[in-house]
């Protein structure tokens, strides 16, 4: 039977285009890498990115063409994202913290042709590009007065296209399964992959990440991704805010804490989003100087376990509601959010403290469960662990340029370990090959480390499994202690009093000056448990 509705399947356009017709002067304000704050409207990026998708036709990119950016958060990098997705190409976001050779594998893999560039990057790019040969074109992200002095073949100038075009594009209409945008997993193990987005399933994720359920984005909002856009599309931020109309405020490359503050207090951000380590140096920086913030509401948290003291303090120092989220580039990247429900308003803080620093629940679309070796579902009792499987219509199938589907059962497996409890909270206790197995018994590092980071000395902690000659591996506990702090062995152990068994302890502590992270900024715990193999078998 023919239904009586109309088939209308939302394209990546039309986000710009709403916000323009809707919420033409509404701000967008960046951080540029020029020097000062750039400044326009909806209107005017929609404009602009009309100009630069003819520009993009010019140069004879076409439907399904990878077009890749090295680029901070800034106005011209949401300019692509529209443009680019907007014609039917697709939009491939490098992450330049990555090693120039796994960069160089990536744009091989993807077969980008034309790469878009912050001139702070300039220099890497003149590096990556004698080995980059589907590469037709370099375009620096800048006016001619700025232009770096590099020697690159075809270099043009980002502003020079722009000012050549017309903005009378017409945006044109295509099935909403083609795909719009790549990222790449960052590969701890083996190759990196890609995840290769499509309309649909950006537009789907756009409705269920913008709600108040989840990350709760509306027209009154002053919205700050701190996360970056080659991070799984700064977990989509640039979508919701136009789909909402919301102020969007870009930091560039200034991610230290006082850029943030300043940023958050001059522009009046109400929610910002970033990893941990980011509200880290934001905490220290505020501590430090005495600081409180005007305006901000809530900080989202995500990318790796966010500690309770972290959520802690945002509460009862600065009146900030942390939302813990869980997602991965397998799932656009917005799996779980950690809200109380109505019924936990009576709970005591502690409690309450407890459900906010789970993972959280799924928001609708996405369903999650939990699984044994032998692939058989485990209790949702908040108790029994195991590996976390989820399926929904922004979760990855396959991988780019694989033919074999990367599902188990129509399921993805995350390779991460959790619980899930009677009420729908997801608690993540590790990555499955970060587990601690200690006498047939698991230790979740994650705990671990949240109860070290918990001690005011302590800057930074990391827990791994490391061989021991009776109990297979035990946990051994690396700390970077706070600029200035002291404490000692017996100090730092003593934090874990009466939160956990005994038999879970760090068998050691070891202070370092720093710990290895990747590039989206989580934890190496492959090479600290290389470095360390032999800490308890001397
Ligand atoms: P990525 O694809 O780089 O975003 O990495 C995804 C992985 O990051 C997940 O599979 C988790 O292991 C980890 N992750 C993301 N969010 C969290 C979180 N809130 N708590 C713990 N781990 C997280």
Request: hydrophobic content about 40%; proline content about 6%.
């Amino acid at each position: 039977m023919l239904s009586t509705m109309q088939e209308a399947a939302p394209l990546i356009s039309q986000l710009i285009e709403h916000a323009a017709l809707n919420h033409a002067d509404t701000e967008i304000v960046s951080r540029t890498v020029e020097g000062g704050l750039h400044r326009y409207h909806y209107r005017d990026a929609c404009r602009r990115s009309k100009q630069l998708a003819n520009a993009l036709r010019h140069l004879q990119v076409k439907t399904g063409d990878r077009v890749a950016t090295l680029a901070w958060n800034g106005y011209r990098h949401y300019e692509l994202y529209f443009a680019v997705s907007g014609m039917g190409a697709i939009v491939h976001t490098l992450n330049p913290r990555l090693f120039p050779e796994q960069l160089t594998w990536i744009i091989n893999h993807a077969h980008d042709s034309v790469l878009f560039f912050d001139s702070t990057f300039a220099p890497l790019v003149e590096k990556l590009a004698p080995s980059l040969p589907s590469v037709k074109l370099y375009v620096a992200m800048t006016d001619k007065a700025h232009l770096p002095p590099v020697k690159l073949p075809n270099l043009l100038c980002y502003e020079d296209l722009l000012e050549a075009e017309r903005d009378d594009y017409v945006w044109p209409r295509f099935p909403d399964t083609t795909p719009s945008s790549l990222c790449y997993t960052s590969g701890t193990t083996g190759d990196p992959k890609g995840v290769l987005y499509t309309h649909r399933s950006t537009i789907y994720h756009c409705y269920a990440a913008i709600a108040p359920e989840a990350l709760n984005i509306s027209v009154t909002s002053t919205v700050l991704p701190v996360v970056p856009m080659f991070h799984v599309n700064a977990w989509a931020v640039p979508y919701l805010a136009s789909a909402a109309g919301a102020k969007l405020v870009f930091p560039g490359a200034a991610l230290d804490g006082a850029s943030v503050y300043d940023l958050t207090e001059r522009e009046g951000v109400t929610i910002s989003l970033g990893v941990p380590t980011i509200w880290l140096g934001l905490l220290a920086h505020m501590e430090k100087h005495g600081l409180k913030f005007s305006t901000l509401k809530e900080t989202v948290v995500g990318g790796a376990a966010c500690p309770a003291s972290i959520i802690e303090k945002f509460l009862t120092n600065y009146g900030v509601e942390t939302v813990h989220a869980w997602g991965m580039t397998e799932t656009s990247p917005i799996g779980t959010i950690s809200r109380l429900k109505a019924k936990h308003a009576s709970l005591s803080k502690a409690e309450q403290l407890a459900i906010r620093a789970k993972q959280g629940r799924p928001v609708f679309g996405i369903e999650l469960k939990i699984i044994d070796d032998a692939g058989n579902p485990l209790p949702r009792d908040g108790k029994a662990f195991g590996d976390l499987m989820v399926r929904g219509p922004w979760v990855v199938e396959r991988y780019y340029g694989e033919e074999k589907s990367a599902l188990v059962d129509g399921w993805f497996h995350t390779g991460d370990v959790a619980t899930i409890d009677p009420d729908g909270y997801m608690q993540i206790t590790d990555r499955s090959k970060d587990v601690i197995k200690s006498g047939g018994e698991w230790i979740s590092s994650i705990e671990l480390e949240n109860i070290a980071v918990s001690h005011p000395a302590v800057a930074e902690a990391a827990v791994i499994g490391v061989a021991h000659p009776k109990w297979d591996e035990r946990p051994l506990l690396l700390v970077v202690l706070k600029k200035d702090a002291t404490a000692t062995k017996q100090e730092i152990l003593s934090t874990y009093e009466g939160k956990i068994a005994k038999w879970m302890l760090p068998d050691d502590v070891v202070f370092v000056a720093e710990l290895p992270h990747t590039a989206t900024g989580k934890l190496q715990k492959r090479t600290l448990r290389e470095s360390w193999a032999r800490h308890y078998l001397r």
